[in-house]
């Protein structure tokens, strides 16, 4: 697999690839995953891209963020003093499931940072409001883990993440590992930060070419979820927008099927770049 240098900044830990400063990848994991859950996709991308996974603010030796029940932008800000102290002043964002969210919020406050946008399994998140209760399945979250501990909870619900567990024994054991070591309390908070989430509102606010990707068989977030998300950015006048389901691939479509994302990004990548320097001439 490539060499990723573990590093931290800002109170985030993260894997680091250095390449060509001006094709940038930065990917921002799951809920239920870490830093190293692209690590199969990351193999598969332009071996002179820089490329940059981050454990979110409380998982893995990353600093939880302020509060019991954080919003979506603490996540985008810690993502914003990240990316300051490492002097990355343009990027591509790659967001997975939670991941989106943070993808999205940060191209509305940021926009000046980001070239363009990949979600892939897009989280819709609940759309909960400020003093509302977490919605009946995120609270059932919380206490599956609280009474079965992470072991038994990675063992049950990871599997659940792949179209078929039983034809990828490598995959699943990287799914189950990544879910069972993630930190109870960081994991509490990116329950309530989904909870609060509305993707397809944010996205209508959102000027960036995106990506979106979803599995054909994911049955944790279905590409319905992410298609409406596509919809949401023509609504707000984005045209170059692009949706790719994977065909054979269900919620880690970028650990189960990474040579198929990988060129998916990579051609979305060079065709957006190669547009700009086009214009720019």
Known sequence: MSALHKDSASGTEFLLRRGDPTKCLVMLHGIGSNAHSFDRLVDCLPPDWTVLSWNAPGYGLSEPVAGTAPSVRDYADRLRALVRELDIRRLSLVGHSLGTLIAGEFA????????????????????????????????????????????????????????????????????????????????????????????????????????????????????????????????????????????????????????LVAAEIRDFVRFRHSAFEEVQR
């Open 108 to 259: 509305y406050l940021f926009p000046e940072l980001v070239s363009e946008l990949v979600l892939i399994s897009c989280a819709q998140g609940y759309g909960m409001k400020p003093g509302e209760p977490l919605p009946d399945k995120a609270a059932a979250r919380l206490h599956a883990l609280d009474e079965m501990g992470s072991q038994a909870f990675a063992q049950q619900r990871a599997p659940r993440l792949l179209f078929d567990p039983e034809a990828q024994p490598e995959v699943r054991a990287e799914a189950v590992a990544a879910m069972a070591a993630i930190n109870p309390g960081g994991y509490a908070q990116a329950v309530h930060m989904l909870a609060a989430g509305n993707l397809s509102h944010r996205m209508r606010a959102v000027q960036a070419p995106c990506l979106v990707m979803v599995g054909s068989q994911d049955r944790i977030t279905p590409p319905q979820q992410s298609r409406l998300v596509v919809e949401a950015l023509e609504a707000g006048g984005i045209t170059t927008s692009c949706y790719r389901e994977i065909a054979g691939a269900g919620h880690l479509a970028h650990q189960e099927k990474p040579k």
